[in-house]
């Protein structure tokens, strides 16, 4: 397991590094020019004088390897420059906003795991009966329904019309139920359909049959054997949708104004704040990176010939 582990950690350097690259050299060789998205954020008339002073002060007359270089080794560093608008490290600012993106997200995820497993095994256990219509259809309205949309509805509904739930901001619990909900139906909704088809699949399989005619209880059955089987793509969806939930809050942040990193970034956007938006770009792949990682190690822990397969893999 340790040599699986290590082995997964030695993909992520290339990886990271790769999208790096991409990074910089998207924002770099883009229409807009840094130098001047500093002037114009800093109040200073853009001249040409001003102009080579701030490419001289970003580093922007050095050489495009000379400059990916540089960042990258303060990138490492965890220096990523400061912004352009409050002249503050880009690193302490999104660790500031940080804690209240995962504390949405990890709302979201408690959500999608305790809403989605139940109904999952509800709609496999009744397959062709009303219990399993009544989830298909609720999955599939939900893996269809805008979460922008299903978020200015809930507003209308719940905070305009009725009152029960504060329509923005951070605060008790009752300001996470929203937004937490806008972010998680869409994954919650294909959760349901990953585990109904998993465990309809585990059904009717040959060791399934066979502790059947054994006599073996049928909770034990699904418990036992259906649900355990099918657990390794429903931990490798859901790693996935870490990743995506992190990265999807940012319509909920800043429709349901939530002081997060995703709301911040869309400031960061609309001013050209070129360091804000490096910085975020990165740690969301490598967040999406760490999240492969984690489901893969998770995935060879639960069944133990992932690893054997890989090991036979790297042989060969």
Not at 119 to 130: D, I
Not at 154 to 170: E, N
Not at 221 to 228: C, M, P, R, T
Request: hydrophobic share 55%; glycine share 8%; proline share 5%.
């Amino acid at each position: 397991m340790l040599t699986f582990i290590i082995k997964r950690l030695l993909t992520l350097i290339p990886l990271l590094l790769s999208v790096s690259i991409i990074v910089f050299a998207i924002l770099r060789l883009g229409p807009n020019d840094p130098a001047m998205s500093y002037l114009r954020l800093s109040n200073i008339p853009p001249t040409e004088a001003a102009l080579a002073n701030a490419r001289e002060h970003l580093g922007l007359n050095r050489p495009l390897v000379v400059q990916y270089l540089s960042w990258l080794g303060a990138a490492i560093r965890l220096d990523f420059g400061d912004s352009y608008v409050t002249k503050t490290p880009v690193t302490q600012q999104l660790l500031h906003y940080f804690p209240n993106t995962l504390y949405l997200a990890g709302v979201s995820m408690f959500l999608t795991i305790v809403l989605s497993l139940p109904l999952g095994m509800v709609s496999a256990v009744g397959h062709g009966r009303w219990p399993d219509k009544l989830t298909r259809a609720f999955a599939y309205v939900g893996v269809s329904t805008p979460s922008f949309w299903l978020a200015f509805l809930m507003i209308i509904v719940f905070s305009l019309k009725l009152g029960w739930l504060p329509t923005m901001g951070l605060g008790g619990f009752k300001h996470v139920i929203m937004p937490a909900i806008s972010v998680c139906l869409m994954s919650m909704c294909i959760n349901i359909r990953l585990i109904r088809g998993c465990m309809l699949e585990q059904m009717n399989a040959r060791h399934v049959l066979c502790a059947r005619v054994r006599g073996v209880k049928e909770s034990r059955i699904i418990g036992g054997h259906v649900l355990k089987n099918s657990l390794i793509p429903v931990v490798t969806a859901l790693g996935m949708h870490l990743g995506e939930v992190l990265g999807g809050s940012v319509v909920a942040e800043v429709i349901f104004a939530w002081p997060g990193v995703g709301r911040y970034m869309v400031s960061a956007i609309f001013n050209r704040d070129f360091p804000v938006m490096q910085f975020f770009i990165l740690m969301m792949a490598a967040i999406f990176v760490l999240c492969n990682l984690f489901t893969d190690i998770l995935c060879a822990a639960l069944d133990p010939r992932l690893r054997l397969s890989s090991k036979g893999a790297s042989h060969a």
